[in-house]
């Protein structure tokens, strides 16, 4: 069995600020609040693709994050949600939490979508604060490749090895 893995840390978007703003026109007097709510940050998903061989991609990277939301404006416009974080990984493809070890979801199924973490919502018109951001520290993706013809490499690599 032929085992591939990558460690890195990722991050959801966190949401955008929330605008705190007045309606202001000639003829209104006294027009009243007018912000608009900030967008709400990215998520993480981890997606199955079997055209995904390996987890090189994600070696030698650090951190992932996706896209945080934009601010509220005036006129009650609410800010642009952040782009979601798609990781394409192949098929039996098991995220680890490295800190405990613990399996945290097996990937199995071409198209298989997970939902790893959600991004932060936006800050409201009136000023609220902004809800954080999750993050994951370290997380492990382990692969596990198995197959008549990757048997045939590997023994091809052990025999290359013994005969230099």
């Given at each position: 069995m032929?085992?591939?893995?990558?460690?890195?840390?990722?991050s959801?978007g966190?949401g955008?600020?929330?605008?705190?703003?007045?309606?202001r026109?000639?003829?209104?007097?006294q027009?009243?609040?007018d912000?608009?709510?900030?967008?709400?940050?990215?998520?993480?998903?981890f997606?199955v693709?079997?055209?995904t061989?390996?987890?090189?991609?994600y070696?030698?990277k650090k951190v992932?994050?996706?896209?945080?939301?934009?601010?509220?404006?005036g006129?009650?416009?609410?800010?642009?949600?952040g782009e979601h974080?798609?990781?394409?990984?192949?098929?039996?493809t098991q995220i680890?939490d490295?800190?405990?070890?613990?399996?945290?979801?097996?990937?199995l199924?071409d198209?298989e979508r997970?939902?790893?973490?959600?991004?932060?919502?936006?800050?409201?018109?009136?000023g609220?604060d902004?809800?954080?951001?999750?993050?994951?520290?370290e997380?492990?993706?382990?692969q596990?490749v198995?197959?008549?013809?990757?048997?045939?490499?590997?023994?091809?690599?052990?025999?290359s090895?013994t005969?230099n």
């Open positions: 032929f085992i591939d893995s990558a460690r890195f840390s990722v959801s966190k955008g600020q929330g605008c705190a703003s007045f309606r026109e000639k003829f209104v007097v027009g009243g609040p912000g608009g709510d900030g967008g709400k940050g990215g998520d993480v998903y997606v693709d079997s055209n061989d390996t987890l090189s991609f070696k030698g992932f994050k996706a896209d945080k939301g934009q601010p509220g404006m006129r009650q416009k609410t800010g642009k949600s974080l798609l990781l394409t990984v192949p098929p039996g680890i490295d800190n405990t070890n613990e399996v945290l979801y097996d990937l199924e198209g997970f939902l790893f973490i959600e991004g932060g919502k936006g800050g409201d018109y009136e609220k902004v809800v954080g951001q999750d993050i994951a520290n997380l492990k993706l382990v596990f198995d197959g008549k013809s990757t048997t045939n490499t590997i023994k091809r690599i052990k025999n090895e005969s």
